[in-house]
């Protein structure tokens, strides 16, 4: 689950509603989901489809943000015919939602601060694959560590996949799910772990707020 640099959060309660124009039948529903213990840290991807296949991969110094559109990425681009993603997070849905996308590239991929896009090197490549089916991939939103219990198995997939940097696939349910991000104690997550220093990552990490 993403934890809020970049995001919009306000626009939540609409995104459930967000849909582009898409086939009417043939659809794949794919939840997808990024993890990282200490942010930056080592992350972990994963996507889902329900009752059907799955896989999740890993990254030894990323950040949540990053594991969370590599998520998309990976399901976009490794899944044919039309497909929903559902993520809970607003970083990705708000780039297809409000077409930040369609900015970017107008501006040269620069934001609307004139600074570079971050995470272009994911974001490129996932709007491309966006852009050359028209239609083919829509995007929802889904509350994290709600009730859905796609949204938390993808959660548990990735978090294993940041602890244990490895990945793994199948169909049907996963065996052996560790935790999700975070426990609760009351109404606050409490992660499970802290951040330890690393060298600097070679992406510039979204700034807070949109970066539209």
């Given amino acids: 689950m993403e ?6 959060l306000g626009h939540a309660d609409r995104m459930t509603d967000h849909q582009a124009a898409r086939p009417a039948t043939g659809l794949t529903t794919v939840y997808t989901d ?54 809970d997070s607003t970083y990705v849905v708000n780039c297809f939602r409000d077409r930040w ?6 501006r040269g991929w620069t934001n609307s601060a004139k600074k570079p896009v971050a995470n ?35 959660d548990r997939l990735a978090v ?21 991000d975070s426990v609760r104690r009351g109404s606050r997550p409490i992660p499970l772990s802290r951040p330890r220093p690393r060298p600097q990552l070679s992406g510039r990490p979204a700034p807070r707020g949109r970066d539209t």
């Fill in 160 to 180: 294993a996949a940041a602890a244990a940097q490895s990945g793994r696939s199948g169909t049907g349910a996963p065996p052996a799910l560790g935790p999700a």
């Fill in 34 to 87: 990024g993890a990282c213990r200490g942010n930056p840290g080592p992350g972990g991807w994963a996507w889902a489809i329900p009752a059907g296949r799955y896989q999740s991969g890993a990254e030894p110094y990323t950040t949540n943000q990053r594991m969370e559109i590599k998520a998309a990425l990976e399901a976009v681009t490794t899944l044919a015919g039309p497909l929903e993603v559902v993520s």
């Fill in 3 to 8: 934890r809020g640099e970049g995001d919009s």
């Fill in 101 to 106: 996308w369609q900015g970017w590239m107008a």
């Fill in 120 to 154: 272009r090197d994911l974001w490129e490549p996932l709007v491309e694959a966006y852009r050359s089916e028209p239609g083919r991939v829509s995007f929802r939103w889904v509350k994290g560590h709600g009730a859905d219990p796609m949204n938390d198995l993808v």
